[in-house]
């Protein structure tokens, strides 16, 4: 008997369904059931696990976080917890009946551990079973019968990568999180966490926040002008664009006059280059522009993937392999209502050249469509990222877009002033993919020479230069992968995790207090931890694991010396530590101005029911109270309720979609706001 070990059940049931013909068996328990059938004349047994079935942790001698001093956990030992006995059980009784096994979990660092992690509980209880790998891309019929053709050996090497982050991950962020949970007295389930990859990505978020508190705005005036051809009217800006004070705008505006003269008139046409094809950063990237989080958007992918209508959304490649059947993936697409017609219009080109993007890799291929939907076989948030990788996968095989720019200086009252127009001349890949097109403005047809009727003239319009904008969770992702924080597999997690965490709020993302007051106690007393080059030199370390060039335990241990002189910065100054953390968290609990008062609104303890609520900071003489939820990490956001006057509040939830709400519980937006939270 085979028996197949893949990550998931609903894996297990897919890869079962394609090599049985659909005639695959559940058997044993609903909860974890193993797929029965026959293959070339062998019976085979698949069983899905449910991600890692081992976890890292300390000894529970470590487990009590006001007896064990967090320097010891930096040398104390790791062990492996079972994460789910049954399911462990099943899977040595499973392989105890077995002549080999087959790992086909996902073909990554975590997908590796766990399949080697169940080697090695399978090897507990037979020592010399036979053991191959499957390595796969895509949920596809001719992927799966392909690789099941062609086994390979299992990637030790690449599991240790794995392993080893795992173990990094725990030293660092069980030391140090204790360290600034136990300064700062925040215990229980408020505790603040600090990460090897976490804490240096707030650290850009609190960075960005501090720059746009230190713009300093310069005041400019604007001058423009609408002008109408044969009924068209366009609008020019004066050639200056910016004028440092009024009273240069106020000269110009003043000798305008009623028409203006065409001088000279530029077309420029230029080709626009398709896009290169998806890696993670770029789709998650992507559905962020179209409203989706990065956890979102990776959890939708993945849905997609492990039903067979997309490959591998965890890759870093953006080459497509010479081996990626192009047409064939085309033909396939021809099965969509919505984009058959426009993948046979790529069909009948004679030949297909895909781009290229700078990143090359030989793991998986780009992420690309691998069966054909339509919006009514998915849920609108599904068809929604599939639509997006399929129209990707087409626009990396179209064309290219041509532009024709045109540029008219004119002349009023002589005064230069400059209109702009653009067209697409050749829709190219905007026709496929149209989440990058540009918007156009027509311009009427303008010839040196003629006179244009000036229609309005409107005074100097006052401006202000800018702060630089904030990270939206595109851009973020974008950055953490210039900087090395982070792989392709867990940016999203780590983005979640300061939202969970209530370090940041928001998208475009802000920091809290809190966030802001942990990442500023770091750097000034152990700058490392938010640094990104220490980070991103572990990440290259763990490369170099998965290469064979280093070992788990080198590597291990020299972030482990790294993260003692960490702790021998932070015990230094463990209560000025404290008292930044604090300060911060003490700001956190202001939610804003008492409408009644313009006293500030805290979040208050009752000393009997231990409960939470808003009060005043006025009281007695004031008495304006509000409830609130009793769990949850609370956010200010600087709004006020047009409605009731009250603050406006955010509620970030582990496992809720985070929602924005006044405090005043009689507020009449409230019925609209309690529709969309329970949406």
């Not at 609903?30 to 293959?39: A, K, L, S, T």
């Not at 229980?188 to 976490?198: A, C, D, E, T, Y």
């Amino acid at each position: 008997m085979k028996l197949i070990i893949t990550e998931k059940n609903t894996t297990a049931r897919r890869i079962s369904t394609i090599l049985s013909g659909g005639k695959a068996r559940a058997v044993g328990s609903p909860r974890n059931p193993v797929y029965v059938f026959r293959m070339n004349g062998d019976e085979v047994h698949c069983l899905g696990l449910k991600g890692h079935i081992l976890k890292v942790d300390f000894p529970p001698e470590y487990q009590q976080w006001q007896e064990v001093e967090p320097r010891q956990l930096i040398r104390a030992e790791i062990v492996k917890v079972p994460t789910n006995k049954s399911l462990i059980r099943m899977v040595q009784s499973e392989a105890r009946k077995a002549d080999e096994v087959i790992i086909a979990t996902d073909f990554d660092r975590e997908g590796e551990l766990i399949g080697v992690d169940a080697i090695n509980l399978i090897r507990e209880v037979r020592p010399e079973i036979k053991v191959k790998r499957a390595r796969f891309s895509a949920l596809t019929p001719s992927e799966i019968k392909r690789v099941f053709a062609r086994l390979e050996d299992p990637y030790y090497n690449l599991a240790s990568a794995g392993e080893a982050r795992q173990d990094i991950d725990l030293i660092w962020g069980a030391s140090l999180t204790r360290f600034i949970s136990l300064a700062s007295t925040r215990l229980g389930k408020n505790f603040l966490s600090v990460g090897r990859v976490q804490s240096p990505t707030l650290a850009l978020i609190v960075d960005r926040e501090k720059e746009r508190k230190e713009f300093v705005p310069t005041p400019f005036w604007t001058l423009k002008i609408e002008c109408r051809k044969d009924g068209e009217i366009f609008q020019a800006t004066h050639a200056r664009e910016r004028f440092p004070t009024r009273e240069e705008a106020e000269r110009a505006h003043a000798r305008l006059e009623n028409t203006a003269s065409v001088k000279e008139v530029k077309l420029n046409e230029k080709t626009v280059k398709p896009p290169p094809p998806f890696n993670t950063t770029g789709l998650l990237t992507a559905a962020a522009s179209l409203g989706f989080s990065a956890a979102k958007a990776m959890s939708l992918a993945e849905n997609l993937y492990m039903n067979g209508y997309i490959s591998y959304p965890r890759v870093d490649n953006t080459v497509y392999p010479p081996s990626l059947d192009l047409r064939g993936i085309l033909r396939e697409l021809t099965g969509s209502i919505e984009l058959g017609e426009l993948s046979q219009e790529l069909l009948k080109r004679e030949k297909l050249v895909p781009t290229r993007g700078k990143k090359q890799s030989t793991d998986h291929p780009p992420i690309h469509p691998t069966a054909s939907a339509s919006s009514g076989d998915l849920s609108p948030q599904e068809w929604k990222i599939y639509e997006l990788v399929a129209r990707r996968f087409m626009a990396t095989l179209a064309g290219e877009a041509r532009v024709i720019n045109v540029r008219a200086d004119l002349s009023c009252g002589g005064e230069p002033f400059v209109a702009r127009g653009s067209h697409t001349l050749e829709e190219g890949w905007y026709r496929y993919y149209p989440y990058g097109r540009k918007r156009e403005t027509d311009l009427p047809h303008l010839e040196p020479g003629e006179v244009v009727e000036v229609v309005e003239a409107p005074p100097p319009k006052r401006g202000e230069t800018q702060p630089p904008p904030r990270y939206t969770q595109g851009k973020l992702i974008e950055k953490m992968e210039e900087l090395g924080l982070g792989t392709k597999s867990t940016r999203h997690a780590i983005i979640e995790s300061l939202y969970q965490r209530g370090y940041i709020y928001g998208d475009p993302i802000a920091p809290t207090e809190t966030g802001i007051a942990v990442t500023e106690a770091l750097r000034k007393f152990a700058g490392v931890i938010s640094s990104p080059e220490m980070t991103a030199a572990l990440e290259r370390d763990m490369d170099a694991i998965a290469e064979g060039a280093e070992t788990r335990l080198e590597v291990v241990d020299k972030s482990r010396e790294m993260l003692e002189e960490v702790m021998r910065l932070l015990e230094d100054s463990k209560s000025e530590v404290a008292a930044e953390i604090r300060n911060g968290i003490k700001e956190d609990r202001i939610l804003g101005s008492c409408p009644r008062c313009g006293s500030q609104l805290r979040v208050v303890r009752a000393k009997k029911s231990k409960k939470r609520f808003v009060g005043c900071s006025n009281y007695p003489e004031c008495t304006v109270t509000y409830p609130l939820p009793q769990n949850g990490n609370l956010v200010p956001t600087d709004e006020v309720c047009p409605q009731c006057g009250s603050p406006r509040v955010r509620m970030v939830s582990k496992g809720r979609k985070p929602w924005t709400f006044c405090l005043d519980p009689e507020c009449p937006t409230k019925r609209g706001e309690a529709g969309e939270e329970n949406g």
